[in-house]
Nanobody, 116 residues
Framework: QVQLMESGGGLVQPGGSLRLSCAAS????????MGWYRQAPGKERELVAR???????TYADSVKGRFTISTDNAMNTVYLQMNSLKPEDTAVYYC??????????WGRGTQVTVSS
């Protein structure tokens, strides 16, 4: 079992920055990939960025060049640095962990609102 706890969301003006954190606990050794997803009102949950234990990263086209995902080498914590935020980035952001046996775990989410 893996438990995930997000933090760092909030209200920010367009063009601003936020840093999200996700602390993992439990069977951290079993985690192969960690990622951030988001879900805006009325829309499906979508991948924002993911990072493997080997530090390979993937980003949604909509956030490339603006967001950066990173983690400590032990996968204890994953970060999402979000710069040049836009109103369309407004959503609940969820942390996700995928294990080597393809179990998936989710955090409860943190709200990010980009508005003037």
């Amino acid at each position: 079992q893996v438990q995930l706890m997000e933090s760092g969301g909030g209200l920010v003006q367009p063009g601003g920055s936020l840093r999200l954190s996700c602390a993992a606990s439990g069977s951290i050794f079993s985690i192969k990939v960690m990622g951030w997803y988001r879900q805006a009102p009325g829309k499906e949950r979508e991948l924002v960025a993911r990072i493997t234990r080997a530090d390979s990263t993937t980003y949604a086209d909509s956030v490339k060049g603006r967001f950066t995902i990173s983690t400590d080498n032990a996968m204890n914590t994953v970060y999402l640095q979000m710069n040049s935020l836009k109103p369309e980035d407004t959503a609940v952001y969820y942390c996700n962990a995928q294990t080597y046996v393809n179990d998936r775990y989710w955090g409860r989410g943190t709200q990010v609102t980009v508005s003037s």
